[in-house]
């Protein structure tokens, strides 16, 4: 396992951005792959984005394909979710998530077996 601490959490307008980071501490964060999920009150934790050991391969959730982008930097163990044109349903409790993960279940919260504390994003209309 690895431990993970998300940043770059807000208050943003719609129609914003915010770009959060997840770093990882640990010399194995590259043979991991990472996600982010999100969790609004009252709500299940839904994912959002996965991205491969490598970075050559992600995935998205129907909800933020187009306007989220994730990526991830090897050399400083960080991965980051580029957020744009932020609607107030994208306000949620984001969190970043590793593990060892096949590609057909990158969106199912338990593949992943490392897990940060969450960053709290919030969209106001």
């Known amino acids: 396992q690895v431990q993970l601490e998300e940043s770059g959490g807000g208050l943003v307008q719609a129609g914003g951005s915010l770009r959060l980071s997840c770093a990882a501490s640990?010399?194995?964060?590259?043979?991991?792959?990472m996600g982010w999920f999100r969790q609004a009150p009252g709500k299940e934790r839904e994912f959002v984005a996965a991205?491969?050991?490598?970075?050559?391969?992600?995935y998205y959730a129907d909800s933020v394909k187009g306007r989220f982008t994730i990526s991830r930097d090897n050399a400083k163990n960080t991965v980051y979710l580029q957020m744009n044109s932020l609607k107030p349903e994208d306000t949620a409790v984001y969190y970043c998530?590793?593990?060892?993960?096949?590609?057909?279940?990158?969106?199912?919260?338990?593949?992943?077996?490392?897990w940060g504390q969450g960053t709290q994003v919030t969209v106001s209309s």
């Open positions: 998530a590793a593990g060892v993960v096949y590609y057909s279940d990158y969106p199912r919260s338990r593949s992943y077996d490392s």
């Open positions: 640990g010399r194995t964060f590259s043979r991991y792959v």
């Open positions: 991205i491969s050991w490598s970075g050559g391969t992600t």
